[in-house]
T-cell receptor, first 113, second 111 residues
């Protein structure tokens, strides 16, 4: 069965500092991988996705993620965090297009000034 | 930019009552989904719908739940007899099938 682990429940980063949010997945084949962001009281916004090809993918709001098959990881990065990036971030995995997404428990990002 | 919409944004109901949550998916999308998020917990898959039938469902999606696409635009989730533990944020999503786009959610409170 698929599963997603986000080891960090809460991370605090200074504004302007770099960010890396960790995501590990368990799945036999190459999964479809996603990062979503949820601001308080809001829905889930798709940041970026990986299906195949180049293992470094670019998303919206200056985020990128790297798929590492050997580590079963899909970590999210941003070189310089802005206060507006404070939110909850979810990593998700799907078996194939059109199927259920399995979400991690999320990482709450706080940004300090 | 097209988006998924959901109504109502907040629904309060008494235990045992039926509720219908409504969603309007993005117009050219073919796959539709319902997820829920209990407060403080992770997002959980309920059901997916394609070609006018359920394509996949989770253990959560028991006989109390049903989905319907009554017309060309709406996608509904019905809970027949609500329980306290059904209190959650319910998200609708749609996809082409690749990226799933989520609506803003309906907060269901069962009292």
């Amino acid at each position: 069965a698929q599963s997603v682990t986000q080891p960090d429940i809460h991370i605090t980063v200074s504004e302007g500092a770099s960010l890396e949010l960790r995501c590990n997945y368990s799945y036999g084949a190459t999964p479809y991988l996603f990062w979503y962001v949820q601001s308080p009281g809001q829905g889930l916004q798709l940041l970026l996705k990986y299906f195949s090809g180049d293992t470094l993918v670019q998303g919206i709001k200056g985020f990128e993620a790297e798929f590492k098959r050997s580590q079963s990881s899909f970590n999210l990065r941003k070189p310089s965090v802005h206060w507006s990036d404070a939110a909850e971030y979810f990593c998700a995995v799907g078996r194939q297009a059109g199927t259920a997404l399995i979400f991690g428990k999320g990482t709450t990002l706080s940004v300090s000034s | 930019e097209p988006e998924v919409t959901q109504t109502p944004s907040h629904q309060v109901t008494q235990m045992g009552q039926e509720v219908i949550l409504r969603c309007v998916p993005i117009s050219n999308h073919l796959y539709f989904y319902w997820y829920r998020q209990i407060l403080g917990q992770k997002v959980e898959f309920l059901v997916s719908f394609y070609n006018n039938e359920i394509s996949e469902k989770s253990e959560i999606f028991d006989d109390q739940f049903s989905v319907e696409r009554p017309d060309g635009s709406n996608f509904t989730l019905k809970i027949r007899s609500t329980k306290l533990e059904d209190s959650a944020m319910y998200f609708c999503a749609s996809s082409t099938p690749y990226e799933q786009y989520f609506g803003p959610g309906t907060r269901l409170t069962v009292t």
